[in-house]
């Protein structure tokens, strides 16, 4: 189930509002500038379909995004638990970073866990299967896909470059909870 959790920035074990329910969590998200969409395919998709085929059961709602934000590249990750690369994946976004462009992603299966840091609050948002998600550029955040990762995204892009991560060098993001086991609890 979808999830947003807010606490202050100074606070990670004491959560001021948790909110499971999309409307609620969408209009929460809105009051930061953030935006949040559940999407639903036109046509069944599963892990290891096409990308094409996946992007196809969404094209309705990809082309909306498109228009109106003028992104000029889509693609589709996905990740899975027996990737090689998995803890590297991890951790190149476990930190405190922005980007120079919105960050925008649409969980089609599995999950991840999108921690905020805006003013004095952090918003913890673990998006599941059906779940957008846009980040505003600037906006300071980081990503947790979880030791185990399984999930297949569709992403969207203005700039090839814009994605890059701007680190802030701070440890916000160790002194608040990490996605494990399919949950969000405090890191050891």
């Known amino acids: 189930m979808s999830r947003l959790r807010i606490f202050q920035d100074t606070a990670p074990d004491s959560p001021l509002s948790t909110h499971d329910e999309?409307?609620?969590i969408g209009k929460a998200l809105s009051t930061i500038g953030v935006g949040f969409e559940q999407w639903a395919a036109s046509q069944p998709v599963a892990p290891g379909d096409a990308p094409d085929k996946i992007m196809d059961a969404y094209r309705v709602d990809i082309d909306r995004l498109v228009e109106a934000n003028g992104f000029r590249t889509v693609d589709v990750v996905s990740i899975a638990p027996d990737n090689p690369q998995?803890?590297?994946m991890r951790?190149?976004?476990?930190?405190e970073h922005f980007h120079k462009e919105d960050?925008?992603?649409f969980f089609v299966a599995g999950s991840g866990l999108f921690t905020l840091h805006v003013d004095d609050k952090v918003y913890e948002v673990l998006c599941e299967a059906g779940d957008l998600i846009s980040?505003?550029?600037?906006m300071t955040?980081?990503?947790d896909m979880g030791p185990d990762p399984s999930f297949i995204a569709i992403r969207f892009f203005t700039e090839p470059?814009?994605?890059v991560g701007h680190f802030t060098g701070t440890d916000i993001a160790q002194r608040f909870p990490r996605y494990e086991l399919g949950q969000a609890r405090p890191a050891p």
């Open 22 to 24: 999309a409307a609620d």
């Open 91 to 95: 951790t190149k976004f476990l930190d």
């Open 86 to 88: 998995k803890d590297v």
């Open 135 to 138: 980040v505003p550029d600037s």
């Open 103 to 105: 960050e925008v992603r």
């Open 141 to 143: 955040h980081w990503f």
């Open 161 to 163: 470059d814009g994605w």
